[in-house]
């Protein structure tokens, strides 16, 4: 009959929408599964992360030691060398070395290097001549491109470029050559004119002027003398400024 028709309809009608139903449940709830078994990775990879930073933290290196200045130097580099830590020295990644004027303690630290973990070394470069710096370096563990580094600064150490070297070594000794000199030329000078007075006695005039002549030359000979050797000293402590500036660099160097 036509009712039976009609209720037949119905009823597929509403087979159909509950089919419907069901598959988008079944889809929300594998949307919601995933989901939350995503937030369950994420909430992993969370406690993996602070399990890790407590490690570190745990493993935290002692600070470098037996800081010390090289042998490699000159008028606008230094090189410092140090030895691993006495504690967790197993856990360092790298060392961060800094240095900064020492006449101006306020100044910021200057990073010029950061090595690895068996590099115990580094080399600061264009710095400035006759000119004291402070130095130190960080035991690191964590990313070396990381500012939140995880270490200790080791001691401070002071050093100075090697042009005030060079000229206290070499200048000192020229000043004194040059005052040594002063007093023979002039005393030679007085005695050349005594004994030209007692071979060839003279009138007083010509004694005057034998004497200025005896003293003019004494007094050029004592400035020549006090002149040359400063100049000749600062002569060679240019040489061994530009030979310590520009050295070939040998195993002892680090780029």
Same mark, same amino acid.
């Given at each position: 009959?036509? *009712?039976?028709? +009609?209720?037949?309809?119905?009823?597929?009608?509403?087979?159909?929408?509950?089919?419907?139903?069901?598959?988008?449940?079944?889809?929300? /709830? #594998?949307? /919601?599964?995933? +989901?939350?078994?995503?937030?369950?990775?994420?909430?992993?990879?969370? +406690?993996? /992360?602070?399990?890790?930073?407590?490690?570190?933290?745990?493993?935290?290196?002692?600070?470098?030691?037996?800081?010390?200045?090289?042998?490699?130097?000159?008028?606008?580099? =230094?090189?410092?060398?140090?030895? @691993? @830590?006495?504690?967790?020295?197993?856990?360092?990644?790298?060392? +961060?070395?800094?240095?900064?004027?020492?006449?101006? @303690?306020?100044?910021?630290?200057?990073?010029?290097?950061?090595?690895?973990? #068996?590099? *115990?070394?580094?080399?600061?470069?264009?710095?400035?001549?006759?000119?004291?710096?402070?130095?130190?370096?960080?035991?690191?563990?964590?990313?070396?491109?990381?500012?939140?580094?995880?270490?200790?600064?080791?001691?401070?150490?002071?050093?100075?470029?090697?042009?005030? /070297?060079?000229?206290?070594?070499?200048?000192? $000794?020229?000043?004194?050559?040059? !005052?040594?000199? *002063?007093?023979?030329?002039?005393?030679?000078?007085?005695?050349?004119?005594?004994?030209?007075?007692?071979?060839?006695?003279?009138?007083?005039?010509?004694?005057? *002027?034998?004497?200025? =002549?005896?003293?003019?030359?004494?007094?050029?000979?004592?400035?020549?003398?006090?002149? !040359?050797? $400063?100049?000749?000293?600062?002569?060679?402590?240019?040489? =061994?400024?530009?030979? !310590?500036?520009?050295?070939?660099?040998?195993?002892?160097?680090?780029?």
């Amino acid at each position: 009959t036509k *009712l039976e028709e +009609k209720l037949e309809f119905q009823c597929k009608e509403y087979q159909e929408e509950f089919q419907c139903m069901q598959q988008n449940h079944e889809q929300q /709830m #594998q949307q /919601m599964q995933g +989901k939350a078994e995503q937030e369950l990775k994420d909430m992993e990879s969370i +406690k993996e /992360m602070l399990v890790q930073q407590n490690d570190i933290f745990k493993s935290k290196p002692g600070p470098p030691q037996n800081i010390r200045s090289s042998s490699f130097r000159g008028a606008t580099f =230094l090189k410092m060398r140090w030895d @691993p @830590p006495s504690t967790n020295a197993q856990s360092v990644t790298h060392y +961060k070395a800094q240095y900064k004027k020492a006449k101006h @303690p306020k100044d910021p630290w200057h990073t010029f290097k950061k090595t690895e973990k #068996q590099k *115990l070394s580094a080399v600061a470069r264009n710095l400035k001549s006759d000119t004291d710096y402070d130095f130190r370096v960080k035991s690191l563990n964590g990313n070396i491109n990381k500012v939140d580094e995880n270490g200790v600064y080791g001691e401070i150490i002071r050093m100075d470029t090697r042009w005030s /070297m060079a000229a206290k070594v070499v200048v000192t $000794p020229g000043a004194v050559v040059g !005052g040594a000199l *002063l007093t023979p030329v002039a005393v030679a000078g007085a005695a050349a004119e005594r004994v030209w007075d007692a071979i060839n006695p003279q009138t007083k005039a010509t004694k005057f *002027l034998t004497g200025i =002549l005896s003293v003019g030359a004494g007094a050029l000979g004592a400035v020549a003398g006090t002149i !040359g050797a $400063p100049v000749g000293s600062v002569a060679v402590a240019v040489l =061994l400024y530009d030979k !310590g500036d520009h050295s070939p660099q040998s195993s002892d160097d680090e780029s």
